[in-house]
């Protein structure tokens, strides 16, 4: 199993791509409000060529409180080659989102 760390921008963050040497299987998404503010995020998962919209949001103004955390209980996704999982949030800087994965 791999992980990735990212802190989630107030732009457009790439949190796991597919390859076209790699498939990767999200088994988990942990997301982390370590600042002493309170954040807004918009997670999408973004098939090959598409730009982030309303059309691929998984969660849209999600409200993070300050030392809150969030994960997706159940919900896997396969990602093919140009697959994305991304996010951002309203101020940038105060959520990380740990992802876990399987490349298949």
Do not use: Q, W
């Not at 990212?6 to 942990?30: A, F, H, M, Q």
């Not at 919209?53 to 919900?75: A, Q, R, V, Y």
């Amino acid at each position: 199993m791999a992980i990735k760390n990212e802190i989630i921008t107030s732009s457009l963050i790439n949190v796991i791509s597919g390859t076209s040497s790699t498939s990767p299987v999200s088994v988990g998404i942990y997301l982390c409000n370590f600042s002493p503010s309170d954040e807004i995020l918009n997670i999408y998962v973004r098939a090959t060529g598409e730009a982030a919209s309303n059309k691929n949001t998984i969660l849209s103004n999600l409200l993070m409180l300050s030392g809150d955390t969030f994960h997706f209980p159940s919900e896997k996704f396969i990602l093919s080659s140009g697959d994305i999982i991304s996010a951002s949030g309203r101020t940038g800087g105060r959520v990380s989102i740990t992802s876990t994965f399987l490349n298949i």
